[in-house]
């Protein structure tokens, strides 16, 4: 299975933020959830439909942010 099947629309939103934990694993941070309430911090994978989805520009998996223990 591709990684764009696992993950859904969230591969190509523009408001995803990949966080990799120094202890392992990846979760998929939704950046509307910051500001609007309709939106869950981290989504239940796969996203197949989402009211706040927009296209990246970026085309690849959206950056990285570790998380600090």
């Keep these: 299975m ?3 099947l ?3 629309l969230c591969q190509s939103c523009r408001w995803m933020r990949r966080v990799v934990p120094r202890r392992g694993g990846t979760f ?3 950046g509307r959830a910051e500001t609007d309430s ?3 911090r981290y989504p239940r994978l796969p996203v197949l ?3 706040g989805y927009e296209t990246s520009p970026a085309s690849s998996l959206a950056s990285e942010e570790p998380l600090l223990d």
Excluded: D, K, W
């Design 2 to 4: 591709s990684g764009s």
């Design 6 to 8: 696992v993950v859904g």
């Design 28 to 30: 998929f941070r939704c």
């Design 38 to 40: 309709r939106f869950v």
């Design 49 to 51: 439909e989402c009211v």
